[in-house]
T-cell receptor, first 111, second 113 residues
């Protein structure tokens, strides 16, 4: 989920398990969403995106699900690996090219 | 090797000093953006530019200035008017138009001496 403040929500998973990271967005008119991965001290890295005319999109080991009814987005990572440990956050395109970014969820993968 | 570069990686600012953060991209993107990231918070938009010689204020523009003289470059100046400049600064770029993916640089961490 999302959080404001210094402490991000943390999801701890065992290596090889599937991970699900959630994001709630606020603007029903938002039509484009992106998931980013950010490792400590680095810039965000694009993972996968989805437009509002879709419910699901799959990439390599990742799937994004969009539920417009409840304004909810989720990122599923299959067979989670130690290299997946990072902060994941969603971005919501609210207006033209202006995005609103969530504060993120920290994924901790235990070997 | 296409991408976005930011320099320096770390920058130290003294009281009353202006400092400039560099952002360069070779992706041929028309739009460029500057964001500020504070611990545990989402990215906040400082300035953005959709085309050369044009830019607009974002949500937290006070104490910052930018220029866009070349398509490839979008430098950000943190002025002495910005009283709390310590943060991680991220530059991004995208194709022109709405709903385009933004790609980020590696960031610059600004610290106050």
């Amino acid at each position: 989920g999302e959080s404001v403040g210094l402490h991000l929500p943390t999801l701890s998973v065992q290596e090889g398990d599937n991970s699900i990271i959630n994001c709630a967005y606020s603007n029903s008119a938002s039509d484009y969403f992106i998931w980013y991965k950010q490792e400590s001290g680095k810039g965000p890295q694009f993972i996968i995106d989805i437009r509002s005319n879709m419910d699901k999109r799959q990439g390599q080991r990742v799937t994004v699900l969009l539920n417009k009814t409840v304004k909810h987005l989720s990122l599923q990572i299959a067979a989670t690996q130690p290299g997946d440990s990072a902060v994941y956050f969603c971005a919501e395109n609210r207006y033209f090219n202006k995005f609103y970014f969530g504060s993120g969820t920290k994924l901790n993968v235990k070997p | 090797d296409g991408g976005i570069t930011q320099s320096p990686k770390y920058l130290f600012r003294k009281e009353g000093q202006n400092v400039t953060l560099s952002c360069e991209q070779n992706l041929n993107h028309d739009a460029m953006y500057w964001y500020r990231q504070d611990p545990g918070q989402g990215l906040r938009l400082i300035y953005y530019s959709q085309i050369v010689n044009d830019f607009q204020k974002g949500d937290i523009a006070e104490g910052y200035s930018v220029s866009r003289e070349k398509k490839e470059s979008f430098p950000l100046t943190v002025t002495s008017a910005q009283k709390n400049p310590t943060a991680f600064y991220l530059c991004a770029s995208s194709m022109a138009g709405g709903g385009e993916t933004q790609y980020f640089g590696p960031g610059t961490r600004l610290l106050v001496l």
